[in-house]
C-alpha cells in the first residue's frame, strides 16, 4: 500500500538518484558545508526572514486566499522556518529529500498554483540572500555561498514538482482507471440491456415461450444443423380447438389463462433441446432436433395428458412433419405440412394427432 510507504520510495528516488541530481547541479559536499558553517547566522535570523517573507506573500491576493485564515498562517510560518533552516542544517540526506518531496504534495494537495511556489521561493531566495551579503563580508565567501544556496534550492525545486506532478499523474491514472471501470461497467449494462431486448424481441410476452418470428429463424437453424448431422428432426403445430367460442364465452381473461397454461406445459414437457413457440393466436409449434415422428407423438401425447388435467372440457389438434436425411424439406414447407395434416385432426373428435 502507498500509506506504508515513504515519498521517496513511493517515487523511487534512491541514494544514488539523489547523488546524481547534485552532480548535474555540480552541488559538491564543499558547497554543502559551507552553507551548513552559516548555520549560526540562519538561526539568528529566521524570525526576519519569515516575518518578511509572509509580509511580502499576503500581500499576494492569490497567496492571501489560499492561506484563508491566521491558523493555518501560524501552521505555514512554522514549516517555513524549519525549511530555511534546513537550508543550512548540514544534512542533506535522504530525509531532507522526503521532506522536499512533502512540500511538493502539500502543496498540489492543497491547490497552490506552480507559478505561485516559484514566485515564493525567488521572494525567499532574495530575503536569505539579503541576510547573507549583510552578514557575510569575505566576498569569495559570499560569492560561494551565494552560489551553493541557489544551487540547493534549485535542487529543492525539482523535488518538489517531481512530488506535484507524481501526484497529477497518479490523480490522472486514477480518474482514468475509474473511467474505464465505468465503461466497463456501462457496457455490461448496455450488453446485458441489449441480450433482454433481444430476448423479449424473441419472446412471446403472454406465454414466456419464443414468438412466430424466433420459430423461424431457429427453424431454419436447426434444419441446417440436422441436414449437417443428417439426423431426424420433426415439427409440431397445433391449435386449441374452437378458441375463439372460449373467448366469445369466457372472456379473453380465460382464454388469455388457457394460453399461459399451454406456455407453461410445453416449458415443462420438452427437452432442453427442444424449442416451443407461440405462432400466434391460439397457434403453438414444438421444434424437436434429433426427434422422429414417433418420439414427437410420444411427447405430444404428454401435451394433450398434462392440457386436459386442467382443462378437461377444451381439446387440441395436433400436426406432426419431420425432416430426415432421406426426406430433405425447407422450414416453410416443414410449417405447411404440419399446419395441413393440425387441419386433418379437426375431423377427429377430442384432441387429436395426425402424423
Same mark, same amino acid.
Given at each position: 500500500?502507498?500509506?506504508?510507504?515513504?515519498?521517496?520510495?513511493?517515487?523511487?528516488?534512491?541514494?544514488?538518484?539523489?547523488?546524481?541530481?547534485?552532480?548535474?547541479?555540480?552541488?559538491?559536499?564543499?558547497?554543502?558545508?559551507?552553507?551548513?558553517?552559516?548555520?549560526?547566522?540562519?538561526?539568528? =535570523?529566521?524570525? &526576519?526572514? !519569515?516575518?518578511?517573507?509572509?509580509?511580502?506573500?499576503?500581500?499576494?491576493?492569490?497567496?492571501?486566499?489560499?492561506?484563508?485564515?491566521?491558523?493555518?498562517?501560524? %501552521?505555514? %510560518?512554522?514549516?517555513?522556518?524549519?525549511?530555511?533552516?534546513?537550508? #543550512?542544517?548540514?544534512?542533506?540526506? *535522504?530525509?531532507?529529500?522526503?521532506?522536499?518531496?512533502?512540500?511538493? $504534495?502539500?502543496?498540489? *494537495?492543497?491547490?497552490?498554483?506552480?507559478?505561485?511556489?516559484?514566485?515564493? &521561493? *525567488?521572494?525567499?531566495?532574495?530575503?536569505?540572500?539579503?541576510?547573507?551579503?549583510?552578514?557575510?563580508?569575505?566576498?569569495?565567501?559570499?560569492?560561494?555561498?551565494?552560489? +551553493?544556496?541557489?544551487?540547493?534550492?534549485?535542487?529543492?525545486?525539482?523535488?518538489? #514538482? @517531481? +512530488?506535484?506532478?507524481?501526484?497529477?499523474?497518479?490523480? !490522472?491514472?486514477?480518474?482514468?482507471?475509474?473511467?474505464?471501470?465505468?465503461?466497463?461497467?456501462?457496457?455490461?449494462?448496455?450488453?446485458?440491456?441489449?441480450?433482454?431486448?433481444?430476448?423479449?424481441?424473441?419472446?412471446?410476452?403472454?406465454?414466456?415461450?419464443?414468438?412466430? %418470428?424466433?420459430?423461424?429463424?431457429?427453424?431454419?437453424?436447426?434444419?441446417?444443423?440436422?441436414?449437417?448431422?443428417?439426423? !431426424?428432426?420433426?415439427?409440431?403445430? #397445433?391449435? &386449441?380447438?374452437?378458441?375463439?367460442?372460449?373467448? @366469445?364465452?369466457?372472456?379473453?381473461?380465460?382464454?388469455?389463462?388457457?394460453?399461459?397454461?399451454?406456455?407453461?406445459?410445453?416449458?415443462?414437457?420438452?427437452?432442453?433441446? @427442444?424449442?416451443?413457440?407461440?405462432?400466434?393466436?391460439?397457434? #403453438?409449434?414444438?421444434?424437436?432436433?434429433?426427434?422422429?415422428?414417433?418420439?414427437?407423438?410420444? &411427447?405430444?401425447?404428454?401435451?394433450?395428458?398434462?392440457? =386436459?388435467? !386442467?382443462?378437461?372440457?377444451?381439446?387440441?389438434?395436433?400436426?406432426?412433419?419431420?425432416?430426415?436425411?432421406?426426406?430433405?424439406?425447407?422450414?416453410?414447407?416443414?410449417?405447411?405440412? +404440419?399446419?395441413?395434416? $393440425?387441419?386433418?385432426?379437426?375431423?377427429?373428435?377430442?384432441?387429436?394427432?395426425?402424423?
Amino acid at each position: 500500500m502507498r500509506t506504508d510507504q515513504t515519498l521517496l520510495e513511493q517515487m523511487k528516488i534512491s541514494d544514488v538518484d539523489i547523488a546524481s541530481r547534485m552532480d548535474v547541479l555540480a552541488l559538491t559536499k564543499e558547497e554543502l558545508q559551507i552553507l551548513s558553517s552559516h548555520q549560526k547566522v540562519i538561526d539568528d =535570523n529566521i524570525d &526576519i526572514i !519569515v516575518e518578511e517573507f509572509y509580509e511580502k506573500q499576503t500581500e499576494i491576493e492569490e497567496i492571501s486566499l489560499v492561506i484563508g485564515d491566521a491558523d493555518t498562517l501560524l %501552521r505555514l %510560518r512554522s514549516a517555513q522556518r524549519r525549511y530555511v533552516i534546513d537550508l #543550512f542544517s548540514g544534512h542533506y540526506d *535522504r530525509e531532507y529529500v522526503n521532506n522536499r518531496l512533502r512540500i511538493g $504534495m502539500i502543496h498540489k *494537495r492543497i491547490g497552490v498554483d506552480p507559478r505561485l511556489y516559484l514566485s515564493a &521561493i *525567488r521572494t525567499l531566495k532574495n530575503i536569505v540572500n539579503t541576510v547573507l551579503k549583510r552578514t557575510i563580508k569575505a566576498e569569495g565567501v559570499l560569492e560561494t555561498t551565494l552560489d +551553493a544556496l541557489d544551487k540547493l534550492i534549485y535542487f529543492d525545486t525539482r523535488l518538489v #514538482f @517531481d +512530488a506535484y506532478i507524481d501526484s497529477l499523474v497518479r490523480e !490522472v491514472e486514477s480518474a482514468k482507471r475509474k473511467t474505464e471501470a465505468y465503461a466497463e461497467g456501462l457496457e455490461a449494462k448496455v450488453a446485458q440491456r441489449t441480450k433482454q431486448l433481444e430476448e423479449q424481441a424473441k419472446t412471446d410476452p403472454l406465454t414466456g415461450i419464443y414468438n412466430q %418470428r424466433a420459430m423461424q429463424e431457429l427453424l431454419r437453424r436447426e434444419l441446417s444443423v440436422s441436414h449437417r448431422r443428417q439426423t !431426424v428432426l420433426s415439427f409440431v403445430y #397445433f391449435d &386449441i380447438d374452437n378458441f375463439k367460442a372460449i373467448n @366469445d364465452k369466457f372472456g379473453h381473461i380465460e382464454g388469455d389463462d388457457v394460453l399461459k397454461y399451454i406456455g407453461k406445459i410445453l416449458k415443462k414437457i420438452v427437452r432442453e433441446v @427442444d424449442i416451443p413457440c407461440r405462432y400466434g393466436g391460439d397457434e #403453438f409449434c414444438l421444434i424437436l432436433p434429433d426427434c422422429a415422428n414417433e418420439d414427437a407423438e410420444i &411427447i405430444c401425447q404428454r401435451l394433450i395428458k398434462a392440457f =386436459n388435467e !386442467v382443462y378437461p372440457e377444451y381439446s387440441l389438434s395436433i400436426g406432426i412433419s419431420e425432416a430426415s436425411p432421406h426426406k430433405h424439406v425447407d422450414s416453410q414447407e416443414l410449417i405447411k405440412i +404440419a399446419d395441413g395434416k $393440425m387441419y386433418l385432426a379437426k375431423k377427429e373428435t377430442g384432441s387429436y394427432i395426425c402424423n
